[in-house]
């Protein structure tokens, strides 16, 4: 390919390694994109070398190049070995000479892509799996690296694994002359390590500084608009699920079977609609941290053996969630429905009540007009219980904690670790959203969603309580306020 | 599910605005629909540059997106012809106010305080209503978009758009609600509120005036009016220093308004007798009055109303202009996926042409005699039963080759040899990935053996499978048979764990290496024997339980399980955590042996929450008997474990029970948990006896041998037949498979 005046003077930097390292996880990660590249356990999997470019501000900052494996390093050396007509051919030349030959273009195809990446490339980022042993070959990677005569990273993957060898790495490369590594791992992402990355790559390509910087800027920004985006997801599902009614049908005061069949429908309808908005909340959550809608059907969350494919109304969901105390009673608890008690004053309190008779035309005096109308008939209404409140908090905060911590390079569906959110935190969640209660106007449950600026409020509220438990506040970040 | 299927950018009509309101409306109708709406790919073009317009883009290229475009337009034009009709009506008003309020009383003459208290006073008193409300911040307006009448006006859109009996009602009122919300949003909602209504009351306000200016001119033009004013509690002076005041403003702007003087004497009651017909003065009186009157109603009434009208229509405007739609909602998540541009961009380079491929390597070798078997391993660390691991037979231990010069002093000392090896034996581990490198080094060893007959143990199977699930594992296998599967190599491939060397993996290493067939081992005859001792433990102990067994009894079951094939702490089940392990952190060591057994149960089996919770069993019992002197630790970690909620499933829980009388279950429970108990037990015991082979060996056997859900157990016979089922066809696999 040949690159247009612009191009050549982006960052340009080459991922190589050896086959199966998680170069193209790497590539992933760094991309938000699931979907680049292929990822498998079987060797050559990556065969053409494929471009990422990174922007910041709308301008490209950087171009990674994914490469294919370095399959045979021992015969490549030894076959570059047999170039050498002079002693003092260093090694570039020696590099070029190969990349000439025909055994570059068939014996040597896939490694010779990665060295003509590695040639032209600003840096290069050899990636490894930490939890392989140092072996021979991986030194001979290094040295044809060296050849390339470019700064030469070292990436250590998967080092989050029991099994990573980090620090036999680390001496090891650093025996071979690269005392600067970066610990990146592309299946349990910590943003810590990214940022790390590219600090380090900033160190060894210091002419690319301001386009480093203005990446890891980047990268700042957009994990906190992503806690945020995903703090705001919970907070509205909860409260649309706080403020939804449920109607139930009005029967003869003396029937009441009919009565607990028509409570049965509604609790039905109840569930199936929560069900939803928790669905799609969870999409929500998975968009907000840039993994893909589509994706997350099929392979986040449809975990038939996972948390996630628990249904939110059974007794199973209940226990997981850490309310094992009630799950042993919650036959009611299970169907999470509670009866609306407009009448009794305890969700409307006197003065609304009043003032829903007296039919006001401002706020939501005219919905309370409408409970109060159909109390008076003899219907009900159904709303969410407690329970199933704390439990939407508990599985959507357990959801976004996970995703926190997922690299797109991870192909294991979704596996939280169990939720241990405080009593008095769920305490908190429940009386925020009391005001969402006395309002089933603010419900977006099966409709568009409402707007207006007290839902608003309350909403930012419980968005930032959500925040706290999404990513805890570290104790320095509480001693400086 | 939301689907998507792919679009080409075309051109489309204007999308409303502002940029986002389409793709607003369209996230409310996906967010109230659910699975129903079918989003398809679509690129929106470079050259549209914002967040918003990009999923504008995106929107109007879905079929919904194309309607509810439509329905917008349909809402907007109802709107507008809305504000038009209340403008008549108010300009209407204007014109019939002018002519109700110029009336001449008794006297004969219209009273001009009365009148432009009339014309004025009302709107006056409402403008400063309007300016306490309005002004500081506007919060009582406010509560318009949130509230009962925003629903009820979109509720009534969604009526008129959606009349009874229209074709396909439910799906078009929820995109008419849709629409509706967004546009009632975007134009009324939030900040939008204050400057909307106060830009729509000024505008009414406007046209009063305007209609009652028009008709004041109209009247005073063809008729004639004299003016005069009265008091009957008030004083004089106070009412002159009023019309004073009043004229002020009209004067200075230019309109004719009566002198003091004059306005003294329009007092009705103080003036002469005289007919006004034939005094001078009056007509200019009348004239005076005339201004003063038109001029109050430009001046106080017209004129600040569409100041204000102007400056709220602007901040509305700007307003409306900056909204963002809220792109983290639910309803977003579909349209975000092509909309948001991506901070990456990604291509494929086109590198050099390819080639035609090299064939393989030319392999040229001289006829030797050959005899005995060589042993290599690549890229291997050695196995924990050491190298060479032993096998009961006369090898040539070439070692393990890892550097270049390794190979190359293999290869030699291959080829330099008086005889060729009649049997090439080169383990290599799973972890290890087939790439070319290790090709390409088993083409060159089996070309200076002469071409031996090649055989590949693959070993670290366990290891591997840590790292990757099973379906991973099976590629892997594969890719290693590929690599010798060929006609002039034609080998074969075994797995065999190294790391966990049992009598059985001896036998079979040595059938392997010597090919003189598999060694009798005392344990073939055993193994059955083992099952069936430790099948009728279960059976004896199924028997002694009284409804579900507590935590005691299903220690004790396990134990005599483990006892019956002979496992201990040092010989424990593959992948549970070792005793130092435990002792750390037991909470941790009993979430790994329950997910290392959940996770190695075959596919067919881990698609049932039951069989999960089986297996979720066999590892925590399995790790507690392994914890064996630690015991009393792992088990006060147990409730703390439990609780985190990692796994469920009733048959877990009954460890956190001391007694049997702690749980209350009904029969069925108890049926269902002793199914459970008895299955895991009974999986336990095949894994201990089939313990050294290759994990998809044993993966396989236990699909085949476990065909359903587990059981409900009931009577103590019941068990007695399960178990003999499950033993029955174990034997069948075990004949089938040859014993391995």
């Given amino acids: 390919m040949t690159d247009s005046p612009q191009e050549s003077t982006l960052f340009r930097v080459g991922v190589v390694g050896h086959t199966n390292a998680g170069k193209t996880s790497l590539m992933r990660t760094i991309a938000r994109d699931a979907a680049f590249g292929a990822v498998s356990p079987s060797p050559g999997t990556t065969v053409e070398v494929a471009s990422v470019k990174l922007f910041a501000n709308d301008t490209p900052r950087a171009d990674f190049r994914d490469t294919p494996g370095l399959e045979d390093p021992i015969g490549l050396l030894e076959f570059i070995d047999g170039l050498r007509t002079d002693r003092r051919d260093d090694g570039p030349s020696l590099i070029e000479r190969f990349l000439g030959t025909e055994e570059s273009r068939n014996l040597f195809k896939n490694e010779s892509k990665a060295l003509r990446q590695a040639r032209t490339a600003d840096l290069v980022l050899y990636v490894v799996d930490a939890r392989d042993r140092v072996l021979p070959r991986h030194s001979d990677e290094i040295e044809l690296l060296n050849r390339c005569g470019k700064p030469v990273l070292p990436v250590l993957n998967f080092v989050s694994d029991a099994e990573a060898r980090v620090d036999e790495w680390r001496d090891a490369l650093a025996r071979l002359g690269l005392h600067a590594t970066a610990s990146f791992d592309t299946v349990i992402y910590e943003s810590r390590d990214e940022q790390r990355l590219f600090e380090a790559m900033r160190v060894l390509a210091d002419d690319f500084r301001d386009d480093i910087d203005a990446l890891i800027k980047n990268l700042r920004a957009r994990r906190r608009k992503s806690i945020d985006r995903a703090s705001r997801a919970i907070a509205e599902l909860l409260v649309d699920a706080a403020a939804y009614l449920q109607p139930v049908a009005p029967v003869p005061a003396d029937d009441d079977a009919l009565r607990a069949e028509r409570k049965r429908e509604s609790e039905q309808a109840l569930q199936a609609a929560l069900r939803e908005h928790e669905r799609l909340t969870f999409h929500s959550i998975l968009a907000a941290f840039e993994f893909k809608t589509e994706d997350a059907e099929t392979a986040l969350l449809e975990c038939t053996d996972g948390r996630l494919g628990i249904d939110l109304f059974s007794k199973d969901a209940i226990r997981q969630a850490g309310f094992g105390a009630v799950a042993g009673a919650a036959g009611g608890a299970a169907s999470g429905a509670a009866i609306d008690l407009v009448l009794g004053g305890m969700s409307l309190g006197a003065a609304s009540a009043l003032g829903a008779l007296i039919g006001g035309t401002f706020g939501s005096s005219a919905t309370q007009t409408r409970r109060l109308y159909r109390r008076l008939r003899g219907a009900n209404d159904l709303h969410a219980g407690d329970l199933t409140l704390k439990l939407l908090m508990s599985r959507s905060v357990d959801l976004a904690r996970a995703i926190l911590r997922r690299g797109h390079a991870d192909e294991k569906k979704v596996r939280p670790e169990a939720v241990a959110l405080e009593k008095s935190v769920l305490d908190q969640v429940i009386k925020a959203l009391k005001s969402a209660r006395s309002h089933p106007s603010w419900s977006g449950v099966g409709t568009s969603p409402p707007q207006g600026n007290d839902r608003e409020r309350s909403i930012r509220r419980l968005a930032a309580l959500v925040r706290e438990q999404i990513v805890p506040k570290r104790p320095e970040e509480t001693q400086n306020g | ?740």
């Fill in chain 2, 1 to 740: 599910m939301t689907q998507t299927t792919e679009t080409i950018e075309e051109s489309t009509p204007r999308n409303p605005r502002p940029p986002g309101l389409l793709s607003y409306a369209l996230a409310n109708l996906i967010q109230s629909s659910g699975d129903a709406i079918d989003i398809k790919r679509h690129h929106p073009s470079e050259s549209t540059k914002t967040l918003e317009a990009r999923l504008d883009s995106v929107s109007a290229a879905q079929e919904s997106g194309a309607s509810l475009r439509k329905t917008i337009k349909g809402i907007r034009g109802w709107e507008t012809a809305l504000i038009i009709i209340l403008m008549v009506v108010f300009s209407a008003s204007g014109g019939l106010a002018a002519a109700a309020s110029l009336e001449a009383g008794d006297s004969g003459a219209v009273n001009i305080f009365w009148l432009l208290g009339v014309v004025l006073g009302i709107q006056t008193i409402l403008l400063v209503v309007w300016l306490i409300i309005a002004i500081p911040g506007g919060a009582l307006l406010r509560r318009f978009s949130g509230g009962s009448l925003m629903i009820s006006a979109i509720g009534a859109i969604a009526r008129a758009f959606t009349p009874t009996g229209s074709k396909n009602r439910a799906t078009r009122r929820r995109r008419v609600e849709a629409a509706a919300a967004a546009v009632m949003h975007v134009d009324f909602g939030g900040t939008r509120t204050r400057w909307a209504l106060s830009s729509i009351t000024h505008l009414g306000w406007t046209v009063f005036n305007l209609g009652l200016l028009v008709a004041l001119l109209v009247i005073l033009s063809v008729q004639r009016f004299d003016f005069g004013w009265e008091t009957t509690i008030g004083t004089d002076s106070a009412f002159k220093e009023a019309g004073r005041l009043v004229a002020i403003a009209p004067e200075a702007v230019g309109f004719p308004v009566p002198s003091e003087e004059r306005f003294a004497a329009a007092r009705i009651g103080a003036t002469t007798n005289e007919p006004a017909e034939k005094d001078p003065s009056a007509t200019a009186d009348r004239k005076d009055f005339s201004g003063l009157l038109v001029g109050s109603v430009v001046v106080y009434g017209l004129a600040p109303r569409l100041i204000l009208f102007t400056f709220c229509f602007i901040l509305w405007k700007r307003a409306t202009r900056r909204w963002r739609p809220d792109t983290g909602s639910a309803g977003f998540a579909p349209l975000m996926r092509w909309g948001a541009r991506s901070a990456v961009e990604v291509e494929v380079v086109l590198d050099e042409p390819l080639t035609t491929k090299l064939g393989r390597e030319a392999t040229g070798s001289t006829l030797r005699r050959s005899s005995g078997s060589a042993l290599l391993g690549l890229e291997l660390e050695p196995p924990s039963c050491g190298w060479p691991p032993p096998c009961g037979a006369t090898i040539i231990d070439l070692g393990i080759l890892s550097s270049r010069e390794d190979r190359n002093a293999c290869i030699r000392r291959i080829e330099v040899a008086e005889t060729a090896p009649t049997r090439l034996v080169v383990v290599v581990n799973l972890v290890t990935t087939p790439d070319n490198g290790m090709s390409r080094i088993v083409q060159r060893l089996h070309a200076a053996s002469d071409g031996a007959m090649l055989k590949m143990v693959l070993t670290g199977g366990e290891r591997f499978r840590n790292r990757v699930d099973a379906g991973a594992l099976a590629q892997r296998v594969t890719d290693w048979r590929a690599i010798i599967d060929g006609p002039e190599m034609n080998g074969e491939a075994v797995e065999l764990d190294l790391d966990h060397l049992t009598a059985e993996t001896r036998a079979r290493l040595a059938e392997i290496v010597t090919g003189k067939g598999r060694p009798e081992l005392p344990e073939d005859q055993g193994r059955m024997v083992t099952l069936d001792a430790a099948f009728a433990e279960i059976a004896v102990h199924a028997r002694n339980w009284h409804g579900a067994p507590n935590q005691k009894e299903l220690l004790a079951l396990q134990r005599a399980v483990a006892s019956c094939a002979g496992a201990d702490s040092e010989d424990r089940l593959v992948g549970i955590p070792d005793l130092t392990t435990i002792a750390a952190d037991p909470m941790a060591a009993l979430d790994q042996a329950a997910n290392r057994m959940k996770a190695f149960l075959p596919t067919d089996l881990r698609d049932s929450a039951r069989w999960c919770a089986v297996g979720a069993t066999v590892g925590t019992l399995a790790c507690l008997v392994t914890a064996g002197s630690i015991a009393p630790v792992v088990l006060g970690a147990l409730p703390a474990w439990l609780a985190t909620g990692a796994f469920s499933g009733g048959v877990l829980g009954l460890l956190k029970t001391n007694s049997a009388e702690d749980t209350e279950m009904d029969q069925k429970t108890v049926a269902s948990i002793r199914g459970e108990v008895i299955a895991a037990a009974a999986m336990h015991a095949i894994l201990l006896a089939m313990q050294g082979r290759g994990e998809r060996a044993i993966q396989e056997t236990l699909e085949q041998t476990f065909l359903e859900e587990p059981p409900s157990l009931t009577l103590t016979n019941d068990v007695g037949v399960q178990l003999g089922i499950w033993r029955t066809r174990l034997s069948h696999v075990l004949e089938e498979r040859g014993g391995r």
